[in-house]
């Protein structure tokens, strides 16, 4: 992005647009009067922003695509509670480089990479510390493009570094967890698990610019993908133990938790249940976290279509607290009475889960981004 293109985050309606971002995405609509008009999201660094060009749409976006590089002129205006940009003028920019615009994790690549470091120090047996390290520290292309890969194209961490970002902050749960569950945990194996959970995305996704699928993304998913990568790297060690290689399987083709969200098995061991829901949890606040930044004037967000609801986002923190403040922890009070036994209430039927031969649906139509 030139220096003279104001960030596409910092504008505000009322206020005016003139400078180069990429063209994320444009298309023709047609007006109630049959008029042709254009939909365009432009992006940089900061973010993306709907555009709407009322005029000379077709004659415009003619000679454009997805992924190049723009300069845009116009007008912020706020339509209902959104902010969007009317273009007036759009033209290819071919003097600026299309990668100069990819998002990036707000959390400095090196924190990042201290923090995966930190993560495969957790895990000390030798055949999980020997798997972990035949993907992340003898096998330097793939190094190199996880901590790059976006973890989704749009749904959660879609950006340069968001596969590693996810990645670490799903490992650190992982350990959070398995404190709090010793005796019903393998923490290391969980450990494993959330750090070899999507490696999948390094070939599912691509930086384009823009982020998008690639044909075996689209046409395997990250889950079957990281599968296959898994095995490749298991056929080297010929000594690895079957269980164990078993298990590992089981968590990265588990981890979305349902057939519908396009794992063909749903966890079926502690390890794999939690890292469903520490996987899920840390996209879903990644999910919360952008639709604050995003939002508008007013206490709300936009409607989120993934999460399928508005979230709050103001005014502020609690009075007398700051964000981040510890709040202390309650007084201990008496194990309370026994109650009376109370009747039972009728028990639901339960709806059975399909049999074992089923073969969901494996490219994850449902929620495949997670």
Do not use: C
Request: aromatic share 6%; hydrophobic share 40%.
């Amino acid at each position: 992005m030139s220096p003279a293109s104001p960030e596409l985050a910092s504008l505000q309606p009322g206020q005016a647009l003139d400078g180069s971002y990429l063209l994320v995405r444009a298309s023709l609509g047609t007006t109630k009067n049959g008029k042709p008009y254009g939909m365009l999201r432009l992006g940089d660094r900061s973010g993306e922003m709907e555009g709407r060009l009322w005029d000379q749409a077709e004659e415009l976006l003619a000679p454009l695509a997805p992924g190049m590089v723009v300069k845009a002129s116009g007008r912020v205006d706020a339509y209902q509670g959104k902010t969007q940009v009317v273009v007036q003028g759009l033209e290819h920019d071919p003097t600026v480089d299309p990668g100069a615009f990819l998002p990036a994790s707000p959390i400095p690549l090196e924190e990042l990479q201290a923090g995966l470091a930190q993560a495969l120090a957790w895990v000390s047996q030798p055949d999980l510390k020997q798997i972990l390290e035949a993907f992340f520290v003898e096998d330097a292309e793939f190094a190199a493009a996880f901590a790059l890969a976006p973890a989704a194209k749009g749904a959660h961490h879609a950006y340069v570094h968001g596969l590693l970002e996810h990645t670490v902050s799903t490992a650190r749960s992982a350990h959070a967890v398995a404190a709090l569950y010793p005796s019903d945990l393998e923490p290391q194996v969980l450990i494993a698990g959330a750090l070899l959970h999507d490696v999948g995305k390094v070939a599912e996704l691509t930086l384009g610019p823009p982020i998008d699928y690639t044909d075996q993304g689209r046409l395997e998913g990250h889950l079957v993908l990281g599968l296959r990568m898994l095995e490749a790297k298991l056929a080297a060690l010929p000594d690895f133990p079957a269980n164990l290689a078993e298990h590992l399987r089981h968590m990265i083709i588990s981890h979305h938790g349902a057939y519908e969200f396009g794992s063909p098995r749903k966890p079926k061991t502690a390890e794999a249940l939690v890292l469903n829901f520490i996987d899920d949890l840390d996209a879903k606040m990644a999910m919360a976290a952008a639709a604050r930044r995003e939002a508008g004037p007013g206490h709300w967000s936009q409607y989120h279509r993934l999460l399928e609801r508005f979230l709050y986002t103001g005014p502020g923190p609690l009075e007398g607290l700051e964000p981040g403040d510890e709040v202390a922890p309650a007084a201990e009070s008496p194990a309370p009475a026994e109650p009376e036994a109370a009747a039972r209430p009728a028990k639901r039927k339960k709806r059975p889960e399909p049999p074992e031969e089923t073969t969901p649906d494996l490219f994850g139509t449902g929620g495949g981004e997670g």
